[in-house]
């Protein structure tokens, strides 16, 4: 059932969605992955990164085929949803709002500190805080008027990483990159994996607005696999380039691991690193609106379906906005960012993630087999192969995360056996929710 009621904006073009994949990710080339140093060192955490790349590359051309052949804000929900009913849909909804909820207030958290890295007097967390106020605000004008704020502020995000690699590039000496370069051997790359997989989490969300995307198909393949290469080439250029300033131990605990970076270079006072700093703010905000957008599509395609309480998929009638669900997520952001910190904010994150690809390759496999007929615009290259590495390869980053942060595994675990009783108790495992009838076509 489809009314005017619960129907998004048809506005995205190809390059809408490049920003948004790009900007939902960039943040990550920021901050958060220095902190898998502090567990495996520079080459631990490059040996880890590569692992995780090959699993992005494998993972966006086979979730591609899902994507384009079920275009529908819920994302891998709706893909769980038509392969595996109502259980498997609950654990992608649930999965991806920990992914994409979680990782707003680690961004927020990094906002903060850039703040407060050029001026002290401000305390990180209000700052954080009036983040989300802000941005939930924007998020409200409309799909079109937040996807071209996207464009804008990815292109200058990119342009500043860009003239970042420039600036520190000549003082890369090698023999910094290899001080002490796998001090926890092997075990090391494993437990830097969740900081490898935050250079592209959240990446998958551009599936959250597939619903809003003009000539979806072709669109939709375009912004992933650009979006993905993009990304690939700047997170190898920043992680190499900064690793060739200073010594890891120096930089593996911040928020704000470039900027201070280019201050060991050209000094705090240096009028670049204090310009760096300011425009640095760029890259934050292209990611923490880009997945306002998509955690807020999220939690309206669970509440259009009854998994989530109705209200959350109320619309605006102007600006076709899911107002309410863009209020409580950034309520439940907020809420986050004041218990946790920004290292265990990541993992929980990138554990939620791991979990989306693999019910989501699950659901690739499953839907080939039990629904043959169903129209596919783009078809995963190199099928199986390409789905099977990208499975395997999740499956391992989630059993090193489970072994490596066992206390946040299972606080994962307990919330998602939460939910589970509740969907259980409420009986809506009997009867199929409304959006059940997501065709191959995007209709629902």
């Not at 654990?91 to 707003?104: D, P």
């Not at 439940?332 to 290292?343: E, K, N, R, V, W």
């Not at 690739?364 to 078809?379: G, H, Q, T």
């Not at 995963?380 to 489970?402: E, N, S």
Request: aromatic share 12%.
């Amino acid at each position: 059932m489809q009314t005017d009621e619960v129907s998004l904006k048809k506005a995205l073009k190809p390059i809408h969605l490049w920003a948004i994949g790009v900007g939902l990710v960039i943040s990550g080339e920021y901050f958060g992955w220095n902190y898998g140093w502090g567990v495996a060192g520079t080459v631990g955490l490059l040996l880890a990164t590569l692992v995780i790349t090959l699993l992005y590359f494998t993972f966006i051309f086979s979730f591609t085929e899902l994507t384009t052949a079920i275009p529908h804000a819920g994302g891998p929900f709706a893909y769980a949803l038509k392969a595996f009913g109502p259980l498997g849909a609950l654990v992608a909804g649930y999965a991806t709002l920990i992914e994409f909820l979680l990782a707003t207030p680690a961004i927020a958290l990094a906002l903060g500190s850039y703040i407060h890295f050029l001026y002290p007097a401000v305390p990180i967390v209000p700052a954080s805080i009036v983040s989300f106020v802000v941005f939930t605000g924007v998020n409200m004008l409309g799909i079109q008027e937040a996807a071209w704020f996207s464009l804008i502020m990815t292109l200058l995000a990119i342009g500043e990483l860009l003239v970042f690699i420039g600036v520190v590039a000549p003082h890369f000496q090698l023999q910094t990159f290899l001080h002490n370069p796998m001090p926890f051997g092997w075990g090391g790359v494993f437990a830097a994996l969740p900081f490898a997989i935050w250079l592209f989490v959240c990446l998958e969300g551009v599936a959250m607005v597939a619903e809003e995307v003009k000539d979806g198909n072709n669109a939709i393949a375009k912004g992933y696999i650009s979006a993905l290469l993009t990304l690939t080439i700047l997170a190898l250029a920043v992680m190499i380039g900064v690793g060739g300033i200073a010594p890891w131990d120096k930089l593996d605990s911040l928020d704000y691991p470039l900027p201070e970076s280019m201050a060991l270079v050209l000094g705090r006072d240096n009028p670049l690193t204090k310009l760096f700093a300011s425009v640095g703010l760029f890259g934050l905000i292209a990611s923490f609106h880009g997945i306002i957008i998509s955690y807020s599509r999220q939690m309206f395609a669970l509440a259009r379906s009854g998994y989530l309480p109705a209200g959350l998929a109320r619309v605006s009638h102007t600006r076709k906005v899911p107002y309410v669900a863009l209020l409580v997520g950034g309520a439940l952001g907020i809420l986050a960012l004041t218990l946790l910190d920004t290292s265990k904010l990541v993992i929980l994150s990138t554990i939620g993630a791991v979990v989306v690809y693999i019910i989501s390759m699950l659901a690739l496999f499953k839907l080939r087999v039990s629904r043959p007929e169903m129209a596919r615009p783009f078809r995963a290259p190199f099928y199986p192969y390409f789905p099977a590495i990208a499975l395997g390869l999740a499956i391992v980053a989630l059993v090193a995360m489970v072994y490596f942060y066992p206390w946040l595994s299972g606080l994962f675990v307990g919330g998602l056996v939460l939910v589970t009783l509740l969907f259980v108790a409420a009986g809506k495992h009997r009867k199929a929710p409304n959006s059940l009838s997501v065709e191959a076509n995007g209709t629902v």
